[in-house]
């Protein structure tokens, strides 16, 4: 079985508080730009869905939980998996660990929508298959 999408990122000064912690409201910046490199891998880039084809991809539920700080440096391991796809919506999970010590998970759920309409729509039959082939290859831990 195949894992979850993974990427690394490190904490930058811009990203801290005076005390060289992070900033919360800065993860959720860290996390869109996870789904948007997910997005790149498994369905199409992000300059393509918004500008060509007049689609977005809008977070419309989110949960954080926050586990223990991230600092100035630190190095994050970031996994993003798929738990659900609906008709136009997908619900994901990122979960975040500094060498192997975990520092939050973000559970979200994305609308698929037509940016002039201000409307859901249904996920393309392609994608659709795309999304499903990464949920169904998720090893079973993943997200848990």
Not at 20 to 43: H, K, M, N, Q, S
Not at 98 to 122: H, K, P, W, Y
């Amino acid at each position: 079985m195949s894992e979850p999408f993974r990427v690394t990122r490190q904490i930058r000064f811009a990203d801290c508080d005076p005390a060289g912690i992070a900033y919360y409201p800065r993860y959720f910046e860290l996390c869109d730009g996870v789904v948007e490199d997910w997005c790149e891998a498994v369905l199409v880039e992000r300059r393509v869905l918004h500008l060509e084809l007049g689609l977005a991809l809008p977070t419309v539920e989110l949960r954080a939980t926050f586990t223990a700080p991230s600092r100035l440096g630190d190095r994050l391991d970031l996994l993003l998996a798929v738990h659900a796809i609906g008709r136009s919506s997908v619900q994901l999970s990122i979960d975040a660990a500094c060498g192997g010590e975990a520092r939050f998970t973000i559970d979200c759920t994305q609308v698929l929508m037509n940016m002039a309409e201000a409307r859901s729509v249904a996920w393309p039959d392609e994608w659709r298959k795309r999304i499903e082939a990464v949920l169904g290859r998720q090893s079973p831990e993943a997200g848990s």
